[in-house]
């Protein structure tokens, strides 16, 4: 079966995009290149397509109750206009997925979640659903979103708009943002470690939202932004990818996201039992982070090793455009994630020495 596109196709076609099949849909991996993608997001602005991502809604009179008890993070503890991120898990404690859950009011919730993951995520809710009186409808199709990202990103948006983005905080949303004549939802959430917006509206309207940020931010060297830099940047920022640092096998525990799971929170959840015991017998793995000491690149799914003996292996693996080192995240044995630890990453069937340091790279 053919990718999809997503309503900004021929924008990233006309911008030079490299497009590329990614999860099912034709999105564009880079355009001028990597790193100066990768800059400008740092130290100016950079805009996204992220129409790919799927959306559920779940409205009724027990919405709150249902999606608190799918997710581990503590649903009931966010107010109306404001975002949560946390995991959905099975009863053994894997991971279903990450998603953002955006609170319009206690009955109406709205869900971002994974592209690759959406039509999974959508049945996986629908089976949950039992007697809890919700309505839940997969409205990906029908919605365009960009994010905008960077230091300079407020200051391009607010170009378009007469609403003052300085009320949309951290985590927190407004429904009804006109851009330059566009009715959008935008929330103050992104996915690389630097200030910045998300923008929704419908399929039609984020094209004319898409060009008209691309204008208002020549001045500040705004860039289209592709898959690769948005990789680079998450992972600099310890943001997790799912499928890399957690799955249906990896649990959120074992990532090192304890803080999204909320063990002691008074609602039941699914996976609530399953992660208590994980935590309570002691985890046999954990994510770290680590720095090359030899030459060579880390790449994903490398192995990696501990006087000849493999003790786990590699998640993600860069030369941080940021850093300029050669830096990755594995999931290896609990004994072995000290920082300082030496480890031997296997590159091309050679060990390369490595050391254990911490996951947050970004210091910001």
Same mark, same amino acid.
């Given at each position: 079966?053919?990718?999809?596109?997503?309503?900004?196709?021929?924008?990233?076609?006309?911008?030079?995009?490299?497009?590329?099949?990614?999860?099912?849909?034709?999105?564009?991996?880079?355009?001028?290149?990597?790193?100066?993608?990768?800059?400008?997001?740092?130290?100016?602005?950079?805009?996204?397509?992220?129409?790919?991502?799927?959306?559920?809604?779940?409205?009724?009179?027990?919405?709150?109750?249902?999606?608190?008890?799918?997710?581990?993070?503590?649903?009931?503890?966010?107010?109306?206009?404001?975002?949560?991120?946390?995991?959905?898990?099975?009863?053994?404690?894997?991971?279903?997925?990450?998603?953002?859950?955006?609170?319009? #009011?206690?009955? #109406?919730?709205?869900?971002?979640?994974?592209?690759?993951?959406?039509?999974?995520?959508?049945?996986?809710?629908?089976?949950?659903?039992?007697? %809890? @009186?919700?309505?839940?409808?997969?409205?990906?199709?029908?919605?365009?979103?960009?994010?905008?990202?960077?230091?300079?990103?407020?200051? !391009?948006?607010?170009?378009?708009?007469?609403? @003052?983005?300085?009320?949309?905080?951290?985590?927190?949303?407004?429904?009804?943002?006109?851009?330059?004549?566009?009715?959008?939802?935008?929330?103050?959430?992104?996915?690389?470690?630097?200030?910045?917006?998300?923008?929704?509206?419908?399929?039609?309207?984020?094209?004319?939202?898409?060009?008209?940020?691309?204008?208002?931010?020549?001045?500040?060297?705004?860039?289209?932004?592709?898959?690769?830099?948005? @990789?680079?940047?998450?992972?600099?920022?310890?943001?997790?990818?799912?499928?890399?640092?957690?799955?249906?096998?990896?649990?959120?525990?074992?990532?090192?996201?304890?803080?999204?799971?909320?063990? @002691?929170?008074?609602?039941?959840?699914?996976?609530?039992?399953?992660?208590?015991?994980?935590?309570?017998?002691?985890?046999?793995?954990?994510?770290?982070?680590?720095?090359? !000491?030899?030459?060579?690149?880390?790449?994903?799914?490398?192995? !990696?090793?501990?006087?000849?003996?493999?003790?786990?292996?590699?998640?993600?693996?860069?030369?941080?455009?940021?850093?300029?080192?050669?830096?990755?995240?594995?999931?290896?044995?609990?004994?072995?994630?000290?920082?300082?630890?030496?480890?031997?990453? !296997?590159?091309?069937?050679?060990?390369?020495?490595?050391?254990?340091?911490?996951?947050? %790279?970004?210091?910001?």
């Amino acid at each position: 079966m053919e990718a999809k596109k997503t309503p900004l196709y021929d924008e990233h076609v006309k911008l030079g995009g490299k497009v590329v099949d990614y999860a099912g849909w034709f999105l564009p991996v880079q355009y001028e290149g990597l790193v100066a993608e990768h800059e400008a997001v740092r130290n100016a602005a950079g805009l996204f397509d992220v129409s790919h991502m799927g959306e559920i809604t779940v409205k009724g009179k027990d919405a709150l109750a249902y999606v608190d008890y799918l997710m581990t993070n503590d649903i009931t503890k966010i107010v109306d206009n404001q975002v949560i991120y946390t995991f959905m898990c099975m009863p053994n404690g894997g991971v279903v997925d990450d998603l953002l859950v955006y609170r319009f #009011d206690n009955n #109406d919730f709205y869900l971002v979640v994974n592209a690759s993951n959406a039509d999974k995520d959508f049945k996986w809710m629908l089976d949950q659903k039992g007697n %809890f @009186d919700v309505e839940i409808t997969n409205i990906s199709d029908s919605v365009g979103e960009v994010a905008i990202q960077g230091p300079l990103a407020q200051q !391009i948006l607010q170009k378009l708009t007469k609403t @003052d983005l300085n009320k949309i905080t951290f985590f927190t949303l407004d429904r009804n943002v006109d851009i330059n004549g566009v009715e959008c939802m935008v929330s103050r959430t992104g996915y690389t470690g630097e200030d910045g917006f998300e923008v929704y509206t419908t399929n039609e309207g984020i094209v004319k939202v898409w060009n008209d940020i691309m204008e208002a931010g020549k001045e500040e060297g705004i860039k289209p932004t592709g898959l690769g830099c948005r @990789d680079t940047l998450r992972f600099e920022a310890s943001l997790p990818l799912y499928g890399h640092e957690m799955s249906e096998e990896i649990n959120p525990l074992e990532a090192g996201f304890k803080y999204f799971v909320k063990l @002691d929170k008074e609602g039941d959840f699914i996976g609530k039992e399953a992660l208590n015991k994980l935590w309570s017998d002691g985890l046999k793995r954990k994510l770290a982070g680590f720095e090359m !000491i030899d030459r060579g690149i880390p790449r994903e799914g490398y192995e !990696i090793q501990k006087d000849g003996v493999t003790i786990g292996h590699v998640t993600t693996g860069y030369m941080s455009p940021t850093l300029k080192k050669n830096i990755g995240n594995a999931l290896i044995s609990t004994e072995f994630t000290e920082l300082g630890t030496e480890v031997d990453i !296997i590159i091309r069937n050679k060990p390369a020495k490595a050391k254990i340091v911490s996951k947050k %790279f970004l210091k910001k």
